[in-house]
Protein backbone atom coordinates (compact mmCIF):
# COMPACT_ATOMS: atom_id res chain seq x y z
CA UNK A 1 0.00 0.00 0.00
CA UNK A 2 1.11 3.46 -1.07
CA UNK A 3 -1.15 6.44 0.41
CA UNK A 4 -0.71 9.30 2.36
CA UNK A 5 -2.25 13.04 2.34
CA UNK A 6 -0.72 13.99 -0.97
CA UNK A 7 -2.44 11.14 -2.68
CA UNK A 8 -4.83 11.94 -5.79
CA UNK A 9 -8.16 9.73 -5.64
CA UNK A 10 -11.21 9.20 -8.55
CA UNK A 11 -14.83 8.66 -7.37
CA UNK A 12 -16.46 6.48 -9.83
CA UNK A 13 -20.45 6.58 -8.69
CA UNK A 14 -20.11 10.33 -8.12
CA UNK A 15 -23.12 11.51 -9.34
CA UNK A 16 -25.50 8.89 -7.59
CA UNK A 17 -26.59 9.38 -4.35
CA UNK A 18 -23.65 7.54 -2.32
CA UNK A 19 -21.00 8.89 -4.42
CA UNK A 20 -22.65 12.27 -3.79
CA UNK A 21 -22.71 12.42 -0.46
CA UNK A 22 -19.28 10.89 0.88
CA UNK A 23 -17.43 12.94 -1.86
CA UNK A 24 -18.28 15.50 0.20
CA UNK A 25 -17.41 13.79 3.53
CA UNK A 26 -13.86 12.90 1.78
CA UNK A 27 -13.21 15.76 0.48
CA UNK A 28 -14.75 17.85 4.08
CA UNK A 29 -12.03 15.39 5.54
CA UNK A 30 -8.78 16.94 3.32
CA UNK A 31 -8.75 13.95 0.71
CA UNK A 32 -7.65 15.20 -2.46
CA UNK A 33 -10.79 14.01 -4.58
CA UNK A 34 -9.63 15.41 -8.66
CA UNK A 35 -12.10 14.18 -10.37
CA UNK A 36 -15.33 12.39 -10.80
CA UNK A 37 -16.59 9.77 -13.10
CA UNK A 38 -20.13 8.77 -13.90
CA UNK A 39 -21.29 7.82 -17.60
CA UNK A 40 -23.83 10.78 -19.03
CA UNK A 41 -22.79 13.46 -16.62
CA UNK A 42 -19.31 14.24 -18.50
CA UNK A 43 -18.58 17.83 -18.17
CA UNK A 44 -20.26 18.99 -14.58
CA UNK A 45 -19.20 19.78 -11.58
CA UNK A 46 -20.62 17.76 -8.47
CA UNK A 47 -19.57 18.62 -4.74
CA UNK A 48 -16.75 20.78 -6.23
CA UNK A 49 -15.21 18.43 -8.95
CA UNK A 50 -14.91 18.10 -12.23
CA UNK A 51 -16.93 14.76 -13.97
CA UNK A 52 -15.89 12.68 -16.67
CA UNK A 53 -17.75 10.09 -18.42
CA UNK A 54 -14.87 7.88 -18.77
CA UNK A 55 -11.55 7.16 -16.41
CA UNK A 56 -9.38 7.11 -19.21
CA UNK A 57 -11.00 11.31 -20.05
CA UNK A 58 -10.46 12.10 -15.86
CA UNK A 59 -6.53 10.69 -15.58
CA UNK A 60 -5.81 12.35 -19.63
CA UNK A 61 -6.56 15.79 -17.82
CA UNK A 62 -5.93 15.39 -14.45
CA UNK A 63 -2.84 13.30 -14.39
CA UNK A 64 -1.86 10.03 -12.60
CA UNK A 65 -4.35 8.87 -10.03
CA UNK A 66 -3.74 6.85 -6.79
CA UNK A 67 -6.76 5.72 -5.94
CA UNK A 68 -10.27 5.09 -6.98
CA UNK A 69 -13.07 4.72 -4.86
CA UNK A 70 -16.00 2.71 -6.34
CA UNK A 71 -19.98 3.60 -5.71
CA UNK A 72 -21.69 1.96 -8.62
CA UNK A 73 -24.13 -0.77 -8.71
CA UNK A 74 -23.25 -4.26 -8.23
CA UNK A 75 -23.44 -5.56 -11.85
CA UNK A 76 -21.12 -2.28 -12.76
CA UNK A 77 -18.52 -2.59 -10.42
CA UNK A 78 -16.63 -5.20 -12.47
CA UNK A 79 -16.83 -2.91 -15.62
CA UNK A 80 -15.66 0.28 -13.15
CA UNK A 81 -12.83 -1.44 -11.83
CA UNK A 82 -11.51 -2.89 -14.59
CA UNK A 83 -11.68 0.93 -16.17
CA UNK A 84 -9.34 2.00 -13.59
CA UNK A 85 -6.82 -0.93 -13.91
CA UNK A 86 -6.60 0.06 -17.01
CA UNK A 87 -5.71 3.40 -16.32
CA UNK A 88 -3.23 2.64 -14.16
CA UNK A 89 -4.64 3.05 -10.72
CA UNK A 90 -3.31 0.76 -8.66
CA UNK A 91 -5.57 1.25 -5.57
CA UNK A 92 -9.65 0.40 -5.93
CA UNK A 93 -11.93 0.73 -2.73
CA UNK A 94 -15.14 -0.97 -3.51
CA UNK A 95 -18.15 -0.04 -1.36
CA UNK A 96 -20.87 -1.26 -3.24
CA UNK A 97 -22.27 -4.45 -1.60
CA UNK A 98 -23.22 -7.69 -3.12
CA UNK A 99 -21.34 -8.06 -5.90
CA UNK A 100 -20.99 -11.00 -8.38
CA UNK A 101 -19.01 -13.87 -7.35
CA UNK A 102 -17.71 -14.28 -10.72
CA UNK A 103 -16.99 -10.63 -11.51
CA UNK A 104 -15.05 -10.72 -8.47
CA UNK A 105 -12.95 -13.88 -9.29
CA UNK A 106 -12.27 -12.24 -12.40
CA UNK A 107 -11.07 -8.95 -11.20
CA UNK A 108 -9.02 -10.45 -8.80
CA UNK A 109 -7.34 -12.58 -11.45
CA UNK A 110 -6.42 -9.18 -13.13
CA UNK A 111 -5.52 -7.39 -10.09
CA UNK A 112 -2.90 -10.16 -9.64
CA UNK A 113 -1.42 -9.71 -12.62
CA UNK A 114 -1.48 -5.65 -12.44
CA UNK A 115 -0.26 -5.58 -8.84
CA UNK A 116 -3.04 -3.89 -7.73
CA UNK A 117 -4.58 -3.47 -4.14
CA UNK A 118 -8.01 -4.07 -3.65
CA UNK A 119 -10.12 -3.36 -0.93
CA UNK A 120 -13.84 -5.13 -0.68
CA UNK A 121 -16.39 -4.57 -1.84
CA UNK A 122 -18.90 -4.05 1.08
CA UNK A 123 -16.03 -2.41 2.32
CA UNK A 124 -16.05 0.98 4.22
CA UNK A 125 -12.61 1.52 2.79
CA UNK A 126 -9.60 2.71 4.31
CA UNK A 127 -8.35 5.64 6.70
CA UNK A 128 -5.16 7.11 7.56
CA UNK A 129 -6.80 9.30 10.66
CA UNK A 130 -5.55 12.81 10.05
CA UNK A 131 -4.12 12.24 6.53
CA UNK A 132 -6.57 10.41 4.33
CA UNK A 133 -10.18 9.15 4.16
CA UNK A 134 -11.47 6.33 1.61
CA UNK A 135 -14.71 5.28 1.92
CA UNK A 136 -17.23 6.03 4.02
CA UNK A 137 -15.62 6.14 7.82
CA UNK A 138 -17.30 8.29 10.16
CA UNK A 139 -14.28 10.35 10.83
CA UNK A 140 -15.19 11.95 13.85
CA UNK A 141 -14.71 8.39 15.61
CA UNK A 142 -11.03 8.29 14.69
CA UNK A 143 -7.44 9.75 15.71
CA UNK A 144 -4.29 9.44 14.70
CA UNK A 145 -2.17 7.16 16.45
CA UNK A 146 0.17 3.52 16.40
CA UNK A 147 -2.72 1.40 16.29
CA UNK A 148 -3.46 -0.81 13.21
CA UNK A 149 -6.58 -2.20 12.20
CA UNK A 150 -8.02 -4.84 10.05
CA UNK A 151 -11.73 -5.46 10.37
CA UNK A 152 -14.47 -7.91 8.34
CA UNK A 153 -16.91 -6.15 9.89
CA UNK A 154 -17.86 -2.24 8.83
CA UNK A 155 -20.05 -0.79 11.84
CA UNK A 156 -18.05 -2.75 14.72
CA UNK A 157 -15.20 -1.27 13.27
CA UNK A 158 -16.28 2.25 14.20
CA UNK A 159 -17.58 1.33 17.29
CA UNK A 160 -13.35 -0.41 18.16
CA UNK A 161 -12.15 2.81 17.01
CA UNK A 162 -14.18 5.11 19.26
CA UNK A 163 -12.86 3.01 22.27
CA UNK A 164 -9.44 2.97 20.85
CA UNK A 165 -9.48 6.73 20.78
CA UNK A 166 -11.40 7.30 23.86
CA UNK A 167 -8.12 5.67 25.50
CA UNK A 168 -5.91 7.92 24.02
CA UNK A 169 -5.10 4.92 21.67
CA UNK A 170 -5.65 6.44 18.00
CA UNK A 171 -5.05 4.71 14.88
CA UNK A 172 -1.88 4.01 12.06
CA UNK A 173 -4.17 2.31 9.36
CA UNK A 174 -7.77 1.00 9.32
CA UNK A 175 -9.05 -0.87 6.55
CA UNK A 176 -11.99 -2.60 6.50
CA UNK A 177 -11.62 -5.55 3.79
CA UNK A 178 -15.08 -6.30 3.11
CA UNK A 179 -17.96 -9.03 4.23
CA UNK A 180 -18.81 -10.32 0.50
CA UNK A 181 -17.94 -14.02 0.34
CA UNK A 182 -15.22 -13.18 -1.77
CA UNK A 183 -13.34 -10.00 -0.75
CA UNK A 184 -10.04 -8.38 -2.35
CA UNK A 185 -7.54 -8.19 -0.33
CA UNK A 186 -6.95 -10.48 2.42
CA UNK A 187 -6.37 -10.56 6.47
CA UNK A 188 -3.00 -11.61 5.48
CA UNK A 189 -1.86 -9.05 3.26
CA UNK A 190 -2.66 -6.17 5.33
CA UNK A 191 -1.16 -8.10 8.75
CA UNK A 192 2.12 -8.02 6.47
CA UNK A 193 1.36 -3.97 5.32
CA UNK A 194 0.88 -3.09 9.22
CA UNK A 195 4.00 -4.91 10.39
CA UNK A 196 6.14 -3.24 8.23
CA UNK A 197 4.51 -0.26 8.68
CA UNK A 198 6.86 2.35 10.86
CA UNK A 199 3.92 3.87 12.39
CA UNK A 200 2.14 0.99 13.71
CA UNK A 201 3.10 -0.74 17.05
CA UNK A 202 0.44 -2.64 17.28
CA UNK A 203 -2.54 -4.29 15.12
CA UNK A 204 -6.10 -5.10 16.41
CA UNK A 205 -8.04 -7.59 14.11
CA UNK A 206 -11.63 -8.35 14.34
CA UNK A 207 -12.90 -11.08 12.71
CA UNK A 208 -16.50 -12.69 12.76
CA UNK A 209 -18.42 -16.32 11.89
CA UNK A 210 -17.99 -18.12 8.58
CA UNK A 211 -15.47 -18.97 6.51
CA UNK A 212 -11.88 -19.88 7.37
CA UNK A 213 -9.95 -16.36 7.43
CA UNK A 214 -9.03 -15.98 10.90
CA UNK A 215 -8.13 -19.17 10.98
CA UNK A 216 -5.84 -18.69 8.25
CA UNK A 217 -4.43 -15.64 10.03
CA UNK A 218 -4.20 -17.02 12.73
CA UNK A 219 -1.07 -19.33 11.57
CA UNK A 220 0.21 -16.47 9.56
CA UNK A 221 0.92 -14.66 12.63
CA UNK A 222 2.51 -17.74 13.94
CA UNK A 223 4.58 -17.03 10.46
CA UNK A 224 5.20 -13.88 10.01
CA UNK A 225 3.89 -11.14 12.01
CA UNK A 226 6.32 -9.23 15.12
CA UNK A 227 4.05 -6.75 16.11
CA UNK A 228 1.44 -7.62 18.68
CA UNK A 229 -2.11 -8.18 17.46
CA UNK A 230 -5.28 -8.40 19.38
CA UNK A 231 -8.02 -10.33 18.26
CA UNK A 232 -11.91 -9.55 18.32
CA UNK A 233 -14.50 -12.28 16.80
CA UNK A 234 -18.11 -10.97 16.36
CA UNK A 235 -21.33 -13.19 16.24
CA UNK A 236 -20.03 -15.56 19.29
CA UNK A 237 -23.55 -16.26 19.86
CA UNK A 238 -24.47 -16.86 16.51
CA UNK A 239 -26.46 -20.79 16.03
CA UNK A 240 -24.91 -22.31 12.71
CA UNK A 241 -26.34 -22.28 9.45
CA UNK A 242 -27.97 -18.34 9.90
CA UNK A 243 -26.76 -15.66 7.98
CA UNK A 244 -25.62 -12.50 10.58
CA UNK A 245 -25.33 -9.74 8.18
CA UNK A 246 -22.90 -10.14 6.00
CA UNK A 247 -22.94 -12.26 2.54
CA UNK A 248 -19.48 -14.05 4.47
CA UNK A 249 -20.99 -14.19 8.09
CA UNK A 250 -22.82 -17.58 8.03
CA UNK A 251 -21.25 -20.39 9.79
CA UNK A 252 -19.99 -23.30 7.15
CA UNK A 253 -19.98 -26.72 8.89
CA UNK A 254 -17.28 -27.33 6.44
CA UNK A 255 -14.54 -26.05 4.78
CA UNK A 256 -12.54 -28.01 2.09
CA UNK A 257 -8.97 -29.05 4.30
CA UNK A 258 -9.94 -27.95 7.33
CA UNK A 259 -11.75 -30.17 9.31
CA UNK A 260 -15.77 -30.06 10.33
CA UNK A 261 -15.74 -26.96 12.56
CA UNK A 262 -14.25 -24.02 11.03
CA UNK A 263 -15.82 -21.15 10.54
CA UNK A 264 -17.40 -21.15 14.25
CA UNK A 265 -16.41 -18.49 17.46
CA UNK A 266 -14.60 -21.41 18.81
CA UNK A 267 -12.53 -22.52 16.27
CA UNK A 268 -11.76 -18.71 15.35
CA UNK A 269 -11.13 -18.13 19.21
CA UNK A 270 -9.00 -21.31 19.45
CA UNK A 271 -6.45 -20.44 16.49
CA UNK A 272 -5.81 -17.03 17.87
CA UNK A 273 -4.85 -18.52 21.42
CA UNK A 274 -3.09 -21.29 19.65
CA UNK A 275 -1.37 -18.87 18.13
CA UNK A 276 -0.60 -16.40 21.51
CA UNK A 277 -2.89 -13.98 20.39
CA UNK A 278 -4.98 -12.66 23.33
CA UNK A 279 -9.45 -12.31 22.09
CA UNK A 280 -10.88 -9.72 23.58
CA UNK A 281 -14.54 -10.98 25.14
CA UNK A 282 -15.86 -6.86 24.25
CA UNK A 283 -14.97 -4.18 21.87
CA UNK A 284 -14.56 -2.23 25.24
CA UNK A 285 -11.74 -4.84 26.53
CA UNK A 286 -9.21 -3.98 23.51
CA UNK A 287 -7.94 -0.79 25.17
CA UNK A 288 -6.96 -2.87 28.06
CA UNK A 289 -4.82 -5.67 26.02
CA UNK A 290 -2.92 -3.41 23.31
CA UNK A 291 -1.90 -1.77 26.76
CA UNK A 292 -0.80 -4.73 28.22
CA UNK A 293 0.91 -6.07 24.77
CA UNK A 294 2.67 -2.74 24.44
CA UNK A 295 4.32 -2.58 27.84
CA UNK A 296 5.86 -6.08 27.43
Not at 9 to 22: E, N, R
Not at 200 to 213: C, Y
Not at 264 to 270: G, I, Q
Request: overall charge negative; hydrophobic content about 45%; charged content about 20%.
Amino acid sequence: MDLSANSKVLVQGIAGALGSLYTARMRAYGTSIVAGVSPGHGGQVLEGVPVFDLVEQAVATTGPVDAAVILVEPYRMLDAALEAIAAGIRHLVLVTEGVPPLDMVKLLHIAERTDTLVVGPDSPGIILPGKVLLGTYPAELYSPGCIGVISRSGTLTHEIALHLTQAELGQSIVVGIGGDRIVGSSFQQWLQILDEDDQTEAIVLVGEIGGNSEEEAARYIVEAIDKPVIAYIAGRTAPKNHRMGHAGAIIASLVAGWGSEIGTPDSKVAAFQKAGVPVANRPSDIPGLLERALRK
